[in-house]
């Protein structure tokens, strides 16, 4: 039986934030869980004992600081990465001195931010396990970087598997094309998204030639990968 990815409780009250951090941190190999304000992340510290939190500070009731001050009261001494709009030193100061670990100013990198995860992972002796993402008769191996489709192996392009990347870090969920821009391209196409369908019919051809088909479109909104119809 292999050991279980380190799981990251991602805690931001914005959806876009939260699901840009989330699929970052999924092809990165680790697990994720969201939370939308401070209660709801304490409550999972609590059930979930994930081994970093990243924790936006602008929050409505709870913000970020008191989140962490409820936290390191308790005892509880999981490394935790403030994210936050504010950008003044003593903002800075404030987070990392009442226990914080990390602080990083939006807008940021999602590569530097998975980076920095991974360093509070290495020093707390956690590693990133291989990761294999399967949906019916595709496969993934990230760490291989090799995709497969009913045992074949599948020749794509670098922009061709980090889209397929996304979709099958993400099975049965329902991405807009703005979120896969967003990730995949990491830059605003003008509202121009005729991209996407263009990759995705790429996809098509290559690997949802078998049966059942994988990639969906649901009209309106976006693109699913799963396995029914």
């Given amino acids: 039986m292999t050991d279980a990815p380190p799981l990251i409780l991602v805690v931001d009250d914005e959806e876009n934030i939260r699901f840009l951090l989330e699929s970052g941190l999924s ?43 409820r936290l390191r009261e308790s005892g509880d001494r999981t490394p935790v990465i403030f994210l936050t709009a504010r950008d003044a030193t003593e903002d800075r100061v404030k987070g990392l001195t009442r226990g914080g670990d ?54 794509l392009s670098p922009t061709e598997y980090k889209l397929l990347h996304l979709l099958m870090s993400n099975i049965g969920r329902v991405l807009t094309r ?24 790429y996809l098509r051809r290559k690997l949802d030639t078998g049966d059942p088909k994988l990639l ?10 799963r396995a029914e119809s």
């Fill in 102 to 155: 990390d602080y990083m100013v939006k807008p940021f990198a999602i590569a530097e931010l998975v980076a920095r995860v991974q360093l509070r992972l290495s020093q707390s002796g956690h590693a990133t396990k291989e990761s294999l993402l399967r949906c019916a008769y595709l496969e993934l191996n990230v760490d291989a970087h090799r995709v497969t489709s009913a045992g074949t192996t599948v020749d």
């Fill in 27 to 69: 092809l990165a190999g680790l697990e994720t869980v969201s939370a939308t304000n401070g209660r709801e992340a304490l409550a999972i510290v609590a059930e979930r004992r994930p081994q970093v939190v990243v924790l936006d500070v602008m929050m409505p009731e709870l913000d970020g600081f008191e989140v962490l001050r």
């Fill in 216 to 225: 969906h479109t649901v009209r309106g909104v976006g693109f699913c990968l």
């Fill in 178 to 201: 703005a979120q896969i821009l967003e990730h995949v391209w990491e830059y605003d196409f003008d509202g121009d998204s005729s991209v996407v369908d263009t990759y995705v019919s």
